[in-house]
């Protein structure tokens, strides 16, 4: 049962049933007050042979055969003031009466269900109008078992064709939906564990019918998303195996730079004037070329790098970045900042550090002589502000800051800080953003969750 197809068939078997039920009630209730009319009509067909019999009488024997024909203890006609009676010489009492012509539908309802439930052979008597004539008023006397019978007979009858027509119904619609949905969507099924399984078959791509409903369209965009996502594998595993190459290339290059740098530091101490002159040229050359081997490293192996979050003071770190070589040395840049010295963030410290060295960094090289560090906190979430006062970016850059080997603003950039610097950022549960950049200076926001 935990089909669809199942469900879908108990639930209309279920539904036809109940609205086969709203039809019931009605239906019994309106066979019990056609039943009761026609023992009226019949009664004043019997009654009517008092007028042709001389001076109203007939014989015992026709009268217990008309009673028995109406299937009544006694017949009371009442008829323009005169009152006509047949009945057997020793009726039962009666125990309710009741008047057909002041009956509502819901009190009709309720007595047929009363009768269906009752177990007790009770003497009832009907009034109510002759059917072919309103101002004839006809009383009878008669037994309520008879009418329980007819009406259980015929309930059990509704019952039957109701239940007949819900499993009929609910089989076409079985079959319906089976084929128009309940298949189709296995098919989905199976195809998107065929492509989990093995993505590089091309036979667990789902061909897509010609279907104009929800269905084909889904069936379509699922064979175009396994279209995509097929071609982004083989793209990705391509890009993968050139990483490692790149990567053994870059790591061989770099040592084969470094030796070279050593044999042109030696260049510096020539007595040659020329090759003193071309030696520096030499060997600024070789650093770049050095430089963008160990960037193109660390980012093939960026994907690699495990994360490591934990709590620590963000003043400490600003502190130690400002103190670092690589920015006191070769690129001095002042740091204003007001960080709170209480203030604890939790992230993997050494991946920070390189995100914020590396805008320092980028400040420096870009002429800016100071960086402001500012920080704004909010529930769960720490947002540091890093400000220089450098010449901002040309348009160009803006557009390719955080795409890898397009995004450098200065000659001889590789081009991958910034798009390492998001990356580690993201690996934090963060994020880096560009938030302005103009003649007064560029501002980036390093975004940290607090979870």
Same mark, same amino acid.
């Given at each position: 049962?935990?089909s669809?197809s199942?469900?879908?068939?108990?639930?209309?078997?279920?539904?036809?049933?109940?609205?086969?039920?709203?039809?019931?009630?009605?239906?019994?209730a309106?066979?019990?007050?056609d039943?009761?009319?026609?023992?009226?009509?019949?009664a004043?067909?019997?009654?009517?042979?008092?007028?042709?019999?001389?001076e109203?009488?007939?014989?015992?024997?026709?009268?217990?055969?008309?009673?028995?024909?109406?299937?009544?203890?006694?017949?009371?006609?009442?008829?323009?003031?005169?009152?006509?009676?047949?009945?057997?010489?020793?009726?039962?009492?009666?125990?309710?009466?009741?008047?057909?012509?002041?009956?509502?539908?819901?009190?009709?309802?309720?007595?047929?269900?009363?009768?269906?439930?009752?177990?007790?052979?009770?003497?009832?008597?009907?009034?109510?109008?002759?059917?072919?004539?309103?101002?004839?008023?006809?009383?009878?006397?008669?037994?309520?078992?008879?009418?329980?019978?007819?009406?259980?007979?015929?309930?059990w009858?509704?019952?039957?064709?109701?239940?007949?027509?819900s499993?009929?119904?609910?089989?076409?619609v079985y079959?319906s #939906?089976?084929?128009?949905?309940?298949?189709?969507?296995?098919l989905?099924?199976?195809?998107?564990?065929?492509?989990?399984?093995?993505?590089?078959?091309?036979?667990?791509?789902?061909?897509?019918?010609?279907r104009?409903?929800?269905?084909?369209?889904?069936?379509r965009?699922?064979?175009?998303?396994?279209?995509?996502l097929?071609?982004?594998?083989?793209q990705?595993?391509? #890009?993968?195996?050139?990483?490692?190459?790149?990567?053994?290339?870059?790591?061989?290059?770099?040592?084969?730079?470094?030796?070279? #740098?050593?044999?042109?530091d030696?260049?510096?101490?020539?007595?040659?004037?020329?090759?003193?002159?071309?030696?520096?040229?030499?060997?600024?050359a070789?650093?770049?070329?050095?430089?963008?081997?160990?960037?193109?490293? !660390?980012?093939?192996?960026n994907?690699?790098?495990?994360?490591?979050?934990?709590?620590f003071?963000?003043?400490?770190?600003?502190?130690?970045?400002?103190? !670092?070589t690589?920015i006191?040395?070769?690129?001095?840049?002042?740091?204003?900042?007001?960080?709170?010295?209480?203030?604890?963030?939790?992230?993997?410290?050494?991946?920070?550090?390189?995100?914020?060295?590396?805008? #320092?960094?980028?400040?420096?090289?870009?002429?800016?002589?100071?960086?402001?560090?500012?920080?704004?906190?909010?529930?769960?979430?720490?947002?540091i502000?890093?400000?220089?006062?450098?010449?901002?970016?040309?348009?160009?850059?803006?557009?390719?800051?955080?795409?890898?080997?397009?995004?450098?603003?200065?000659?001889?950039?590789t081009?991958?800080?910034?798009?390492?610097?998001?990356?580690?950022?993201?690996?934090?549960g963060?994020?880096?953003?560009?938030?302005?950049?103009?003649?007064?200076?560029?501002t980036f926001?390093?975004?940290?969750l607090?979870i």
């Amino acid at each position: 049962m935990r089909s669809l197809s199942a469900r879908l068939l108990i639930l209309t078997v279920s539904f036809v049933m109940i609205a086969e039920i709203m039809i019931f009630m009605p239906s019994v209730a309106r066979f019990r007050f056609d039943w009761l009319n026609e023992k009226l009509n019949a009664a004043h067909l019997a009654i009517l042979t008092l007028d042709v019999a001389p001076e109203g009488m007939i014989d015992d024997r026709l009268r217990e055969e008309l009673l028995a024909h109406v299937g009544a203890y006694a017949i009371n006609v009442h008829r323009g003031g005169a009152r006509l009676v047949l009945a057997s010489d020793m009726p039962p009492p009666i125990q309710e009466t009741m008047n057909l012509s002041s009956s509502d539908p819901v009190g009709l309802v309720m007595d047929a269900l009363a009768v269906l439930t009752r177990t007790d052979a009770r003497v009832l008597r009907i009034v109510g109008n002759a059917p072919k004539d309103a101002e004839t008023i006809i009383e009878v006397v008669i037994e309520e078992r008879p009418l329980q019978v007819a009406l259980i007979a015929f309930a059990w009858r509704i019952f039957l064709l109701s239940l007949a027509i819900s499993l009929f119904t609910a089989g076409l619609v079985y079959l319906s #939906l089976h084929r128009l949905m309940v298949r189709p969507m296995r098919l989905i099924t199976q195809s998107m564990t065929q492509f989990r399984d093995d993505p590089d078959n091309a036979e667990s791509i789902l061909e897509p019918s010609a279907r104009s409903d929800e269905i084909g369209i889904a069936q379509r965009e699922l064979a175009d998303m396994q279209a995509v996502l097929r071609s982004t594998l083989h793209q990705k595993d391509r #890009l993968a195996a050139l990483g490692t190459g790149v990567a053994k290339i870059s790591h061989d290059l770099r040592g084969i730079l470094s030796s070279a #740098l050593l044999v042109s530091d030696r260049l510096e101490g020539s007595d040659d004037p020329e090759v003193r002159r071309v030696t520096p040229t030499l060997i600024s050359a070789i650093d770049r070329a050095v430089a963008l081997c160990s960037d193109t490293m !660390d980012f093939v192996r960026n994907d690699q790098l495990v994360t490591k979050r934990r709590r620590f003071p963000l003043a400490p770190l600003i502190h130690d970045i400002g103190t !670092d070589t690589d920015i006191s040395d070769k690129n001095p840049i002042s740091i204003d900042s007001t960080i709170d010295p209480g203030l604890v963030i939790i992230a993997d410290r050494d991946q920070v550090y390189r995100v914020l060295k590396n805008l #320092l960094q980028n400040a420096g090289q870009a002429g800016a002589d100071r960086v402001d560090i500012r920080v704004e906190t909010m529930e769960k979430r720490t947002e540091i502000y890093v400000h220089d006062n450098g010449p901002g970016m040309p348009e160009r850059a803006k557009e390719n800051i955080f795409v890898p080997f397009e995004g450098s603003v200065r000659a001889g950039g590789t081009g991958l800080g910034l798009p390492i610097a998001r990356e580690l950022m993201r690996n934090n549960g963060g994020d880096l953003t560009l938030v302005s950049t103009d003649d007064q200076g560029t501002t980036f926001c390093l975004l940290l969750l607090q979870i």
